[in-house]
């Protein structure tokens, strides 16, 4: 199983960008719970958004209102859409998927308790 982020790139400060992972390899549909983090260069892993299987959807409060994940289940995509972007929202952002509902679907969820991780796609946010 592979989770592939695209989409990242340099931004102007005040713009929006939408990031898109896609998972591929025999999984037709991850069940249970997809999520977006980001980690800028000397800081941990921040989890940003998820998004369960019923499509309900949990933000951090440091994006509320400004990012919002969602997914498209017929080309096994989650998305991220990002606006009003600010020059520290410069970050690598992966995306991560739990394949059991043994742990809340929640971006506040230890780092280490999600099953699958992509590469990661940086996103640079210039003024």
């Known amino acids: 199983v592979k989770l592939a982020e695209s989409g990242g790139g340099s931004v102007q400060a005040g713009g929006s960008r939408k990031l898109s992972c896609s998972y591929s390899?025999?999984?037709?549909?991850?069940?249970?719970?997809m999520a977006w983090f980001r980690q800028s260069p000397g800081k941990s892993r921040e989890g940003l958004a998820t998004i369960n299987a019923d499509g309900g959807t949990t933000h951090a409060a440091s994006v509320e209102g400004r990012f919002t994940i969602s997914r498209r289940d017929s080309t096994n995509t989650v998305y991220l859409q990002m606006t009003s972007l600010k020059e520290e929202d410069t970050a690598t952002y992966y995306c991560?998927?739990?394949?059991?509902?043994?742990?809340?679907?929640?971006?506040?969820?230890?780092?280490?308790?999600?099953?699958?991780w992509g590469q990661g796609t940086l996103v640079t946010v210039s003024s």
């Open positions: 991560a998927a739990l394949l059991f509902d043994d742990h809340p679907c929640s971006p506040d969820l230890a780092t280490d308790l999600f099953d699958l």
């Open positions: 390899d025999g999984y037709s549909h991850i069940d249970y719970c």
